[in-house]
């Protein structure tokens, strides 16, 4: 009976197909050990951090913030034992007897290294779903209901993030929780407003027929649902840069480009030439023109 794990699929590297794929791992985690010993004295000062919050996330907050070394190592060891655990479950289904159990041992041993590797960088991100969640909070929506909610965006970052494209883990993962909260936010705010009465109510009857307002609704419900799968065939740099742009997912709308670049940490033009692709590829949505009317 095959073995069950929850080790979700690796983020592929080339490296992690060279023979040497264990000593590249290794290295890294060498590099990763070297870079916390030169950051000692900024680690004590990390983990005084977390002042003014309960205790269980006072406690959240003091888990000591990753270096750039450690955070590749604990990547590339996360998603280098996945690709392992797919190997050899792949591996295993033509083996009998001894050479089969050796596998399934060497499965789980693999599948919990990477899920050790995850744990570590989630609890060393977690400050950062703090410190976006205070800033959405509202009368109808709890700090704890936020912090629930952006733990799963973060989450799922863990297990998208490709590090060899050499950027920082927090830039990706602040982008995604945010835009995770921001949705929950106006939904509810959006919830809320359902349930006006009174005179605006009357008056927005008086203003527009049922039939109207029903057929605005609808084709609003179904633009807020499809922009976010629709952003998310950008990659992230550019998702961030039409999103200022026409200001979407709490940016201010129309942004120059130079503002905008400042964000990205691009020239002017280069943003330019990045939204003008973007948009292209937006439109070849099949049915975009018809949904918004365009």
Known sequence: MP???TCPAAVDHPRFHAADADA???SAE????ESVERSKPKRLEDARGGRGLPGHLRALCRQPLLTAAEERALFLR???ERHRVAEWTAERETEKGNARRRLSNDIRRAAARAEDARQRIVLANTRLVVSLARSFVLPTLSFDELMTAGLEPLVRAVDLFDVSRGFRFSTYATWAVRNHLLRLRKRRQRDQSRFRTGEEAVLDELQQSRET????NERLDEIEKVVPDLLDLLDERDRVIVEARFGLNGHDGGQTYAQIGELVGLSKER???????AIERLRDVPGLEKLIGA
Do not use: C
Request: hydrophobic share 40%; net charge positive; charged share 35%.
């Open 3 to 5: 073995i069950q794990t």
């Open 24 to 26: 590249f791992v290794e």
């Open 30 to 33: 060498r590099e990763a050990r």
């Open 78 to 80: 996360m998603n280098f």
């Open 213 to 216: 307002r029903g057929e605005a």
């Open 271 to 277: 943003t330019r030439q990045l939204a003008n692709r």
